[in-house]
């Protein structure tokens, strides 16, 4: 059973960068077919997929973000961490680290429970 859980500062100042990292446990974030993803959710508002890194270490990133976004990895800890530069209080909510899993034409997700992010000066 693949568990994820986040972890980083809930304390962030507008012009800095965020980092926050996912640990994986009962799977390889290495493994074939899995995209493993952040996803945030401002307050009052819906979900916002930020980007990904696959089991290739290839990394896309949503447009409207990329400036700023980039995912990287570390094998040897099975963590992928999230960096997103520059912040502003609208970057603040829950931010998710999520393995999308697409194989034999079927596509499913696994979530951390989420941690609060504030941007705040």
């Known amino acids: 059973q693949v568990q994820l859980q986040e972890s980083g500062p809930g304390l962030v100042k507008p012009s800095q960068t965020l980092s926050l990292t996912c640990t994986v446990s009962g799977g390889s974030i290495t493994a074939n077919y899995h995209y493993w993803s952040w996803i945030r959710q401002p307050p009052g508002k819906g979900l916002e997929w930020i980007g990904y890194?696959?089991?290739?270490?290839?990394?896309f990133y949503n447009p409207s973000l990329r400036s700023r976004t980039s995912i990287s990895r570390d094998t040897s800890k099975n963590q992928f961490t999230l960096h997103l530069s520059s912040v502003t209080p609208e970057d603040a909510g829950v931010y998710y680290c999520?393995?999308?899993?697409?194989?034999?034409?079927?596509?499913?997700?696994?979530w951390g429970q989420g941690t609060q992010v504030t941007v705040s000066s």
């Open positions: 890194s696959s089991s290739r270490d290839i990394t």
């Open positions: 999520v393995l999308l899993t697409v194989e034999s034409g079927r596509s499913w997700g696994s």
